[in-house]
Structure formats: C-alpha cells, structure tokens
C-alpha cells in the first residue's frame, strides 16, 4: 500500500516543502547556495513588512543606524563651526591654522585608536556591548567638547568622540548583517550607510540656523550637544535588541542563536525552516575553525586564500581612495574656502556648507 510521500509521487504534485532537501550536502560554491536559499525563501519568505516581526526588524535596524548618522553628523559639524566667528574667537582659532588642523585631525586619531576596542570587544562581549561602549564614549566626549571653555579640553572631547565613532561603527555593521533576514541584507545595509548622509545633513542644516546667533555660544555649542543625540538612542535602546546569532553560536549557545533566527527570519517561527537552516549552515561553515576569530590579534584570516587577500586589499584602497578623492578636504573646510573665494557672509558659507552635503 502507497504511503503518503508514494501518493504524491504517483500524482505528479508535491509538496513545496518537500522541494526542499532536509538534510543538503554541503555547497560547493556561492551559486548553489543561492539557489538553495531561493528555494528556501519560496517555503518560507519570511515576515511581512507591517507584521510586528518586521516592524520589530526595522525598529532593530534603526537603531544601529544611529552608529552610522553619528558618524556622519560628528564627521561634518565641526566643518560648519570652523566658519563660525563665534567659535574662533572664543578659542582664539583662525579658518585653516595649524591649530584647526589638529582640532580636525585629533577626530581621526580617535577613530583609528577606535580600531583597537572594535577588534576586541565584539567577539569578547558581543555586538551590543561593543557599540554601547563606543556610542557611550561619544556622548562623553559630545558633552567635553560642548562645555569646553580650554582648547585642551576642547580638543580631548575631539578625541573621544572620534574613539566612539571607530568602535561603534565598525560593531553596528557586523550586527547588522548578521542579524536582517537575508533577502533584505543588501537594501538594509544601504540604509545604514545613506544614515551617514542624514546625520551629515542634519548637521549642516542646523549649523545654517543657529549661525545666525551672533554673539551667542550657543551658536557651536548646541550643535555638539546634538551630536550626542544618536548616540544616545543607542546607548538607551541597544540591550533590548537581540543579541548576533552569529555570536550566539560562536559562544556555545546554538539553540539560543536557531531561536532569534526562527523569530525574525521565519514567518512560521519555525526553528527548523528551511532558511533558519541554511543560515544555521552559513554560520557554522564562516566560524573559524582555529578560533581565530575570538583572538583579536590574529589577521591571518584576511590573508589566509586569494580571494581573502582581494577582499582585503580592496578595502583598504575604497578606504585610501575615498580619501584621496578629496572628500574629507570638503568635508572640513569647504566654508573656509568659500570665504577665500571672495564670500564674506557667515550664513552664505552655511547655507552652501548644507547644500554641499
């Protein structure tokens, strides 16, 4: 007698569940897991946009793009400043001296110093510790630097606020990509980094009113308390985000990483879907067998194959390049050369400071 599976054998029809092999052979390259991961997602497409599952992702989402609108609005705000009477002659600055270029440089000095905690503390502690210790070390920082009344004091905030963007960003990316569900990855890490542009815009486009507040120190200072505002959100909201699966599972806890899977990646939350599998399967393969990835040191993994090798050497030239392009020449000082161009009005040089960005 015909067991059920014969049935559907002797019918011509199937189940789309049993279009999906249970137990698959491992992949030999990335287009046959793509198409093992298509026919997932034909079972199990995941959580509608509106459903409070995907709300929840979004409101997750959001909050690490704070990381990324901190730094593009630390990153731009002391361009509109350097402009201001106000500040330069409250510390006795001048648009391109070498006392400004410290002020400007000290930030980057910060961010690379930042590389050191953000190697360490992700894998130590976990993504959220890792971006709470950053964003919380950019609130103080925004707080010294919105209070300085010495350049010192004024040039320490500079610094931390540089560190924090370095740790939190680089923690804010890794957490995202491993915790989106995969078909929306992509449009999900553009978001995180157009939020640089947000923080940038609403930078300038603030400086353009509170410029206007001659003789007033609130003119540069509430714009660096601001700074403190992104920050923030992730400092008070980041703990009620879940923690990476991927860490998860590092760490010893497998079940606990299939069961955040199973919640936002599974329409059913089913912790043996077919994409919660896959995912399952991905993470296990891109664990370090040695453990390299738990020893912050260790770099061999970014030189250990060829395509390793490319990877990482075509980071760092985006880095260089995008540098060398000039950017971070525009970024910092555009009003000053607005004002060696012959544009004498301080709300002008703002107004096209915004417009730029």
Not at 316 to 334: H, K, P, R, V
Request: glycine share 12%; aromatic share 10%; net charge positive.
């Amino acid at each position: 007698m015909a067991g059920p599976k014969d049935s559907a054998s002797i019918d011509g029809k199937a189940s789309p569940a049993e279009h999906y092999d249970a137990k698959p052979q491992a992949p030999t390259s990335a287009a046959e897991r793509q198409e093992r991961m298509a026919a997932a997602l034909a079972i199990d497409p995941g959580h509608k946009t509106w459903s409070w599952r995907g709300i929840q992702s979004i409101l997750i989402t959001l909050c690490v793009c704070c990381c990324s609108g901190d730094s593009g609005f630390d990153g731009t705000v002391m361009g509109g400043i350097n402009t201001m009477n106000q500040y330069q002659q409250y510390f006795g600055m001048s648009g391109a001296g070498a006392k400004t270029g410290i002020v400007f440089g000290i930030f980057t000095v910060g961010a690379l110093v930042g590389a050191i905690p953000a190697s360490y503390l992700p894998d130590r502690f976990g993504r959220r510790a890792s971006m709470f210790f950053g964003n919380a070390i950019l609130v103080i920082g925004a707080v010294v630097t919105a209070t300085a009344t010495h350049r010192a004091t004024f040039i320490g905030g500079r610094f931390l606020t540089g560190l924090g963007v370095g740790c939190a960003g680089a923690s804010a990316k890794s957490y995202l990509v491993e915790i989106v569900p995969p078909q929306t990855r992509g449009f999900w890490l553009g978001v995180l980094n157009s939020f640089y542009y947000v923080g940038q815009m609403t930078a300038t486009g603030m400086m353009v009113a509170t410029g206007r507040w001659t003789g007033n120190e609130l003119s540069w200072r509430l714009p660096l308390y601001i700074q403190a505002v992104p920050a923030g959100i992730n400092v008070i909201f980041v703990f009620l985000c879940p923690e990476s699966p991927r860490w998860l599972y590092a760490n010893g806890q497998k079940d606990k990483a299939r069961s955040i899977l199973a919640k936002l990646h599974s329409a059913t939350n089913d912790p043996y879907s077919p994409v919660v599998e896959i995912e399952m399967e991905e993470i296990e393969e891109k664990t370090s067998l040695d453990g390299t990835d738990k020893r912050f040191w260790d770099f061999r993994g970014l030189f250990r194959s060829a395509t390793d090798r490319y990877r990482t050497y075509m980071v760092i030239m985006i880095g260089a390049f995008g540098q060398l392009s000039g950017n971070g020449l525009i970024t910092y000082f555009l009003p000053v050369l607005l004002e060696q161009a012959g544009i004498t009005s301080q709300n002008r040089r703002l107004t096209l400071n915004f417009v730029n960005s």
